[in-house]
């Protein structure tokens, strides 16, 4: 695990209850639990406070005050009172629908974007998977959304839920693209596509943020933020759900929980998209003040020893890494929140200008961005040899990507392998 040393980090439970139990098919699949539980709570709970904030953001925006009656003066109970009444609301099906797909439809949008955080790093070893192609997979779970929003504008027997689903597909498909070759220009800096890894690299200082790195990943942040603004359908680019033209879009016909689950959906992703960013550009879980390495690397072994505690289970390692989940989870709200103020302060743009600032701006861009930080080393080295006379091998002496390998001396060492985990790899 890299010199994590967590009982909470990934594969941690799995490998503490193949210790504890007789088939290790029960004891991933107990892990596997944990982790979705985990995740869910967060996915459900975290529309409900943007959805609170939004109102409150679109209220100061237009000189209002926003939700201040339900759970208190701030109105901090709005959203869940919502909630309970769109529970209560009649799950009706249009005659000319095709139910089997249109019942299908929220779901299939709801897992896609669920099946997005399970590679987000909330903090060093807080992953539910650490895949090696992690973000390749957040990205194409994420597009896999569409096909929901698409089947739900064809099953729904309506023209205009049509119109709206197939202005959905020719959007998000079209800004996919950039938004991917955006996040190819810090991993291509750093070497790798595991999300856990990258934010690694970027410890220490606030100038080791790849968003400082280069002029090309510097840029590369503030297009993939648009592209990505876009492509969660997010005002000015809203227009496969725009009112004044398509009644409501592709959802026109659901009612009830299940037209929530678009916008649980929708307001999950758009922390998903701002959790890239982070991962990619902004730190990750580090703050860039030191903070890590003179206060929380120091009590990372803390109460290692404590008898009523699992085996492997560090008090001070998990407080460490507490604190990294609240700096990442805060990132991503604060990009949220840009993401909100956007939509209240930009006009909407027609769907003609909303492709032709993807295939003949933002394409273009995000691809002049992915050449440049390819020759960005090899121009800085000869430039270097150029000025100096002699190479500058103090930063080229290594490729950047190795520094995500090298294990802090105060982080303690990684934990013994469990009997099981050596059965295993004796066995294979």
């Known amino acids: 695990m890299n010199g994590m040393n967590s009982l909470f980090a990934a594969g941690g439970i799995a490998d503490y209850l193949s210790d504890k139990t007789s088939s290790e098919a029960w004891a991933f699949a107990i892990a596997a639990f944990i982790h979705a539980f985990l995740i869910i709570n967060f996915f459900a709970v975290a529309p409900l406070f943007y959805i609170w904030l939004e109102r409150k953001v679109a209220g100061r925006i237009q000189d209002r005050l926003g939700p201040t009656r339900v759970g208190g003066k701030f109105g901090w109970l709005q959203t869940l009172a919502d909630g309970v009444k769109l529970i209560q609301k009649e799950d ?91 996040a190819l220009v810090p991993v291509t800096a750093l070497g790798t596509l595991n999300m856990l890894d990258i934010s690694r690299a970027q410890s220490g200082p606030l100038g080791n943020w790849m968003i400082f790195h280069d002029p090309f990943c510097f840029v590369a942040f503030f297009v993939y933020f648009t592209v990505a603004t876009a492509s969660v359908k997010r005002a000015p680019f809203d227009l496969a759900e ?10 026109t016909e659901y009612s009830g929980i299940r037209w929530s689950y678009f916008f649980m959906a929708e307001y999950a992703s758009m922390f998903a998209v701002s959790g890239i960013a982070t991962a990619l550009f902004l730190g990750g879980w580090q703050t860039g003040l030191g903070i890590e390495e003179f206060i929380l690397d120091p009590i990372r072994g803390w109460g290692k020893n404590v008898s009523f505690l699992p ?41 003609d200008q909303v492709m032709a600032a993807c295939l003949k701006y933002l394409l273009p861009i995000s691809c002049v961005l992915f050449l440049g930080v390819t020759v960005w080393p090899l121009a800085v080295y000869e430039f270097t040899a150029l000025v100096l006379g002699k190479p500058q091998t103090t930063i080229f002496s290594q490729p950047l990507g190795n520094k995500m390998y090298e294990t802090s001396r105060e982080r303690p060492p990684a934990t013994k392998p469990t009997t099981a985990v050596l059965e295993r790899e004796v066995a294979r």
């Open 92 to 182: 009706l099906c249009p005659q000319a629908a095709d139910r089997m797909l249109f019942r299908l439809s929220p779901y299939l949008v709801f897992v896609a974007s669920f099946a997005a955080f399970m590679v987000l790093p909330w903090s060093d070893g807080w992953v539910a998977q650490n895949l090696d192609v992690g973000i390749f997979f957040m990205l194409a779970v994420m597009s896999l959304e569409v096909m929901g929003v698409i089947l739900a504008g064809y099953s729904s027997g309506s023209k205009w839920s049509l119109f709206g689903g197939m202005r959905e597909a020719a959007q998000v498909v079209s800004y996919e693209i950039p938004m991917a070759i955006c």
């Open 242 to 251: 725009a009112e004044s033209e398509l009644v409501a879009g592709f959802h």
């Open 311 to 351: 085996e492997g289970f560090v008090v001070g390692n998990y407080i460490a890494n507490l604190f990294g989940c609240f700096v990442f989870i805060f990132k991503g709200c604060i990009l949220v929140f840009v993401q909100m103020w956007v939509r209240w302060t930009l006009p909407r743009l027609r769907i």
